[in-house]
Each structure stands twice: as structure tokens, then as C-alpha cells.
């Protein structure tokens, strides 16, 4: 049980979702975490879970100056870190005819600006034999209809795996991409209305080869594998989704 204990890991959208099941998985295991994510009053609760080893900074990732205070923060409270887990993005769908700047420029700016220059911010924090991962998606390898923003943000996070993991493999670093299917998390058709939403959902499951959503822990089981036990693997992508993309 005791398997992170001595460990300090940093995970953004650390509060819900993959990134909190994340977090319990490792502070569960003796890791200390710090988790970060917009909503205060997501974290508060995500903190009363997690029990004593964990605490949690507010911030927006595509703020580069809240990303200096995460960086303070994390050297105040842990001083070295041991694995980054660099999570938060959004998901929306919009149709390329009527898709606009703004949604354009807020995705990139969330999911790959924000994953960017989290590691570029915390990278002077990283112990030698750390582990970043980077959550990308299976949508940057396939082709649903309106997807087309969110797959090509989730695209730059795969490629930012193998060049970010050339750029700190001197100092020890790896750095490596997890790729989730659909999995059962707040985030899946959140800007749908409610009956599209569920139908998506659905469908979702229903497609996979494994006729169901992967769960939030059979994701952080993943990630736990590529920030600490997979020591020779970096710049790589773990499919983490029922068969989707490959049966
Ligand atoms: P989620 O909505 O529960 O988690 C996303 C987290 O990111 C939230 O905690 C949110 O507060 C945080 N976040 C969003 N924007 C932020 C910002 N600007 N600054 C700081 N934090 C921010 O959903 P999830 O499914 O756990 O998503 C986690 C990651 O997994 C996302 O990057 C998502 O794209 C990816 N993903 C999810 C699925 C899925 O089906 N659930 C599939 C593939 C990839």
C-alpha cells in the first residue's frame, strides 16, 4: 500500500475525474500530492477525500502567471517533484462550418499552451528519474464528426510527448502520453444539450469493442505505470481505451 510513499507528484485538474482519481490512487499509496484546478470549491471537496497528504492551489493553466504561482507553491510545499501529471484540458464538439476563433483559441490555449508551459513552469522542480505524463486523447487519432478543434489540441499534446521527452531526457526526465478512450467522467458531451449529451454517451459505450466507458481509476492505473514503473519508456503514447482505436 505504501508503494508512492517519499514521492511528490503535481497534478493539474486534479480535482474530478481522471485527475482525482489519480490523485487518490497515489496519496492512497503514500504520495504527497498537490492538485490544481479552477474551481475552489471542486478542490475543497476533492482535498476532504484525499485525506492529510495532499493539498491544492487554485489556478488556470492557460494563465502563465497563475502557473508562476503553482511553481512557488509546489516548491514551497513539496520542494522536489516526482512525477507531473499534466491533465486539465476541456472537451467540447463545434461543426467546422460555423467553428469559432474563440472556441479555437480557448481550446489551445487550455489543453495545449497550458500543458506546454505547465511542464516548461515546473520542469526546474523535476527530481532526476521523474516521470511527466500528458493526457491526450484517441480523438487525436480518429475522426468523429465536430471534433475537429479538441483532436488537433490533443494532436499537439502527443507530439509535445516526444519532443519535451528529448528536451529532459538529459536530466534523467521521461516524459510520456496517456491516451484515454471514453471514459465515464464529468467531461463527455459537456457542451451538448442533455439528450445529445446522453446519446453521445451512449453511443460511446455502445461502439466500444468492450461495450462500455473505461472507469477514472482504470486510467490512473495507467498513469501511476508511466510516471514511476515504466523506466524505459519516454516520448511514448499508452492506448488506454477498451480496444477502440485498435481492434
Ligand atoms: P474532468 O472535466 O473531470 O477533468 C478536467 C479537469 O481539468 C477538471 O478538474 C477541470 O477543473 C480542469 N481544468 C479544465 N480547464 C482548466 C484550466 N484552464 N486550468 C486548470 N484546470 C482546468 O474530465 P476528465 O475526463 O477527467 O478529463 C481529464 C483529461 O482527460 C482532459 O485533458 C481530457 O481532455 C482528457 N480525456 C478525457 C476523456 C474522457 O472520455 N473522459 C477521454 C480522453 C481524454
Avoid: C, H
Amino acid at each position: 500500500m505504501d508503494n508512492y510513499r517519499g514521492k511528490n507528484v503535481v497534478i493539474t485538474g486534479g480535482g474530478s475525474g481522471i485527475g482525482f482519481a489519480t490523485a487518490k490512487l497515489l496519496a492512497d499509496g503514500g504520495a504527497r500530492v498537490l492538485i490544481t484546478g479552477r474551481s475552489q470549491a471542486t478542490l475543497d471537496t476533492a482535498l476532504e477525500r484525499l485525506g492529510g497528504n495532499a493539498v491544492a492551489v487554485r489556478g488556470d493553466v492557460a494563465a502563465l502567471s497563475d502557473l508562476d504561482t503553482l511553481a512557488e507553491r509546489a516548491r514551497d510545499e513539496l520542494g522536489t517533484v516526482e512525477a507531473l501529471f499534466v491533465n486539465a484540458g476541456i472537451a467540447a464538439t463545434m461543426p467546422f462550418a460555423s467553428t469559432t476563433e474563440q472556441f479555437y483559441d480557448e481550446m489551445f490555449a487550455i489543453n495545449a499552451k497550458g500543458a506546454y508551459f505547465t511542464v516548461r513552469k515546473l520542469a526546474p522542480l523535476l527530481s532526476t528519474g521523474a516521470g511527466v505524463v500528458l493526457t491526450t486523447s484517441t480523438a487525436n487519432v480518429t475522426s468523429l464528426p465536430a471534433t475537429g478543434v479538441y483532436s488537433a489540441s490533443k494532436a499537439a499534446l502527443r507530439s509535445m510527448a516526444r519532443t519535451l521527452a528529448g528536451e529532459l531526457l538529459p536530466r534523467g526526465i521521461r516524459v510520456n502520453a496517456i491516451s484515454p478512450g471514453p471514459v465515464d467522467t464529468g467531461i463527455l458531451g459537456t457542451t451538448m444539450p442533455e439528450a445529445e449529451a446522453e446519446r453521445f454517451v451512449a453511443e460511446r459505450a455502445a461502439e466500444n469493442p468492450m461495450g462500455r466507458l473505461g472507469t477514472p481509476g482504470e486510467i490512473a492505473r495507467a498513469v501511476a505505470f508511466l510516471a514511476f514503473d515504466a523506466t524505459y519508456t519516454t516520448g511514448a503514447e499508452l492506448v488506454v481505451d477498451g480496444g477502440a482505436t485498435q481492434l
